[in-house]
């Protein structure tokens, strides 16, 4: 049947950008200070990639967009990504975090573990 091999079919997608958007708005500042900022580029590529996947899209590359993902993510947070952290490094940062979190006062201490209460607090 012509008409169900045509709902099949799927239709064209179009997608729309808010010109009055914050995020649209701040890209352009980015873009109008330096058009060729690779941090604005990267931000759109980085709201392309959310529309994408938000509205349904297919993906044909997705491995491509968490390699983005991941990179913003570092960038963000001040992460080197091209080494890995040796057992020693790891080691030592658990150990000072143990350490620290040792001395700091027991969050539960007034914890009555019998009725999962406190136990100088009355319930509400």
Do not use: C, W
Request: charged content about 30%; overall charge negative; aromatic content about 4%.
């Amino acid at each position: 049947d012509p008409d169900t091999m045509r709902m099949m079919v799927p239709k064209e997608k179009i997608m729309e950008i808010n010109p009055f958007h914050p995020l649209t708005l701040k890209l352009l500042d980015l873009v109008l200070d330096d058009p060729l900022s690779d941090r604005a580029k990267a931000l759109v590529e980085h709201m392309y990639d959310a529309a994408l996947v938000s509205s349904g899209y297919f993906v044909s590359s997705p491995n491509e967009i968490a390699d983005r993902m991941t990179g913003l993510v570092a960038s963000e947070i001040d992460v080197d990504l091209t080494g890995l952290a040796s057992d020693e490094e790891i080691e030592t940062r658990v150990a000072s975090k143990s350490q620290s979190s040792e001395s700091a006062p027991d969050e539960n201490e007034n914890l009555d573990h019998e009725t999962g209460g406190f136990d100088d607090h009355d319930e509400l």
